[in-house]
């Protein structure tokens, strides 16, 4: 089979081609994609702590932090304390956030229109129920298994 024909080539490419795509728009807002996604994630989990957004950004909790403090000094994020534990600062939009948010997801529609030009809507739906059953499936794969020893030690305690 051609590279080019191969189904993790083209995820691969494609993947990579959103993000040159997404970095380019983000800088003509004099932002970066890793600010937009920090901004796209506190707008459907208000309240995200510093390590909880490090960990679904797949970065160090320091970068985090530095894009936060970017994030912070321009209006569109808040630290707040967590009630239940002052150690831990939790994440919220500021209303500076809205503006930018509306022109993400303006971006976004833009993109999903671009790269699904030519598909009709049961081939769209049919691609995006496919990608989450792979996603899904690697996740699952890829989680930490239990030791077999700890395993084995649960059973003797049942």
Known sequence: ???SDDLLFV???LARLL???FDRRASAHGMTRAQWVILFWLERQ???SQKELSELLEVEPITVARLVDRLEARG???R???PADRRIWRLHLRP???AVLAEIERHR???ANLVCAGLDAATIEMMTEGLARMKATLCAEVRPKPREGLREAAKEVA
């Open 1 to 3: 089979m051609p590279q």
């Open 11 to 13: 995820l691969h490419a």
């Open 19 to 21: 993000r040159h795509e």
């Open 46 to 48: 208000p309240g995200l």
């Open 76 to 78: 569109m994020v808040e």
């Open 80 to 82: 707040r304390p967590d």
């Open 96 to 98: 500076a956030a809205l």
């Open 109 to 111: 529609a833009e993109m």
